[in-house]
């Protein structure tokens, strides 16, 4: 299949192959350090074949195989275009173990990233990246960490993938993650991280709704780094939020208005660090989508959409391009090492936080209760008192009454004083009932609370002691994982090259899969000279492609590209 040599010339072009062998040199150097004499001389007699072991995993996807085991009964051609043979699945897949005894995933990955970045996008001028999850399942009965895995619609074990899209598209490094990882919590670091492997400054990221939330906007703005997200779908009126400033048009989209503003509701918009963006479509009321975040300097809000979007076409699209042809989803190695279960762990955390809850709630009906209960005997002695004061000035009163009216004299006033003091005592009485009432039926329902709150704590302090915290769980080690991931990436890197500066312009757009159809497994022959190196494929049966191709080669060719050891890369196809 000569056409990888359209893949090997754009590797020649983006100058990843000095920055994969200093990356893998070095980590040979610093595990050999502590490795015997034998290991060293293993490491030295691997040093000569690397490259042909690495493009066996590297084309895997091209020969349309998925693992090295794959390589076990395959009859096909493979590389021995480029190297004369090709490998078994025995070899291939040491190799992929000594590569993850190396733990070079991490460092090749930073590495081509680096790459990538300067070749891409030369300068240094600010960055807008792209991140987002990918999650890939892995099927198996044992007990793992688990997560929402979307494409199937099931909670399940797996893998989680950070990728890293630049401001064109292109995929700049990706990390395996564990599948209980979340977005939220390693953004702002990761930010940081980035700008210093990839030696720029970050004008913002963008990423999904995942990232929408208060914290990570608290985070974000102590940081004072700029990102772009959106709150999750709901149902928000206009009515929730106060405008500030006019309405204006979408850039690019008349039939769509946005502009700035915070919430209605007084506490939430103390507590709100981000800005608001409201984008509804023209002549409508209520808001469709609400973009939130931090602003980056010089982004105007009319382009806040449109930056948004992008993100689709840049990043969604690409992992989807990935996943057709580049095997996306598979998993490589499933060595594990066992390890406490975190999610368990963190529910039984939660569980807690609601027991500690019920107990405080059963605390405060308790001290209810006994303030209720203090506040009934209190009332007696109060109300008693009171009755006596009254009928210590009855006494007098009647007693003046009834002279007057024996010696004749006037009595009326004496009368009123007396009717005055019984109403004040019948009312005293009625007081007297009506609060020992109303304190007797707040503590029935007290009482009545309390019950409930104590029935509660027993359920939750069930549910916290059924959670199963001290059994360990496997955790696959990703090693392999993410050594593959960054040769997928490479895969999809030297593809996007490939058809940006060698593909005629009616197929610089094919997406990996169809090129790989369409070019990459493009039969022919190759004349292996001292110079040169020429390639001639077989001719296409269509017109139109054979002429694509032939403008494909032109461009190929004017590149001037040479192969590893020097000789120059020519590609030809043959005449109709």
Not at 148 to 173: D, E, F, H, Y
Not at 351 to 363: D, G, N, P, T
Not at 514 to 534: D, H, N, P, S
Request: charged share 20%; hydrophobic share 40%; aromatic share 10%.
């Amino acid at each position: 299949m000569p056409g990888f040599f359209s893949l090997e010339g754009a590797k020649q072009a983006l100058g990843v192959t000095a920055a994969l062998e200093k990356s893998l040199s070095e980590r040979e150097q610093v595990v050999a350090a502590s490795q015997n004499a034998a290991t060293r001389l293993l490491w030295e007699q691997e040093a000569g074949t690397r490259w042909a072991k690495l493009d066996h995993l590297l084309y895997l996807p091209v020969l349309g195989l998925t693992r090295a085991r794959d390589l076990y009964y395959y009859q096909g051609q493979g590389l021995a275009v480029l190297y004369g043979f090709t490998y078994k699945y025995l070899t291939v897949e040491h190799f992929l173990g000594r590569l993850s005894r190396l733990e070079a995933g991490q460092p090749v990955a930073a590495a081509l990233a680096l790459a990538y970045t300067q070749a891409w996008y030369p300068g240094d001028t600010p960055l807008v990246l792209y991140v987002d999850w990918h999650v890939k399942p892995h099927w198996t009965k044992a007990r793992s960490h688990s997560g929402s895995v979307t494409m199937w619609g099931r909670v399940m074990p797996g893998t989680k993938q950070l990728l890293v899209n630049g401001p064109a598209g292109q995929p700049l490094i990706g990390w395996d993650k564990a599948m209980d990882s979340h977005l939220s919590g390693v953004l702002v670091e990761l930010e940081a991280e980035l700008s210093q492997l990839l030696q720029r400054p970050i004008a913002y990221t963008v990423f999904d709704s995942e990232g929408g939330g208060l914290p990570l906007g608290q985070r974000y703005a102590t940081a004072k780094r700029a990102y772009l997200s959106h709150l999750p779908r709901q149902d928000y009126e206009l009515a929730d939020f106060e405008p500030l400033g006019q309405w204006q048009p979408v850039s690019h989209d008349p039939q769509r208005e946005v502009v700035l503003a915070h919430w209605h509701d007084p506490g939430k918009a103390k507590a709100e660090v981000r800005d608001l963006i409201l984008m509804r479509p023209v002549g409508q009321t209520d808001p469709t989508r609400i973009y939130t975040g931090q602003l980056p300097l010089g982004l105007k809000l009319a382009e806040v959409p449109g930056s948004y979007r992008q993100r689709w076409s840049r990043q969604e699209r690409v992992i989807r391009e990935l996943i057709k042809g580049a095997n996306l989803n598979a998993n490589f190695g499933y060595t594990y090492q066992d390890v406490p279960h975190r999610t368990l762990q963190r529910q039984w955390a939660e569980a807690q936080e609601q027991v500690e809850s019920s107990e405080r709630l059963v605390a405060q009906h308790h001290q209810a209760g006994r303030n209720l209960r203090q506040q009934l005997r209190d009332l007696i002695p109060s109300y008693r008192a009171q009755g006596q004061a009254l009928l210590q000035t009855l006494s007098p009163q009647q007693t003046e009454f009834l002279t007057r009216q024996a010696n004749g004299q006037p009595w009326r006033r004496c009368q009123q004083r007396l009717a005055q003091t019984f109403a004040r005592l019948d009312q005293a009485t009625q007081r007297y009932h009506l609060r020992r009432d109303k304190l007797l039926a707040q503590i029935q329902q007290r009482g009545r609370q309390l019950a409930q709150a104590q029935a509660d704590l027993i359920q939750r302090r069930q549910a916290r002691d059924a959670l199963d915290t001290a059994s360990l769980c496997r955790e696959r080690i990703l090693e392999k994982d993410q050594m593959m991931l960054n040769l997928q990436l490479l895969l999809a890197n030297l593809h996007h090259w490939a058809r940006a500066h060698f593909f005629a312009p009616v197929w610089q757009h094919l997406e990996l899969k169809t090129a790989t159809e369409l070019i990459y497994r493009k039969a022919g022959w190759v004349q292996w000279g001292q110079e040169t190196i020429e390639v001639r494929l077989e001719p296409y049966r269509y017109p139109e492609q054979q002429q694509a191709m032939e403008e494909t080669c032109r461009r190929f060719n004017a590149a001037n590209l040479r192969w590893r050891d020097g000789r120059r890369l020519l590609i030809r196809v043959a005449p109709l």
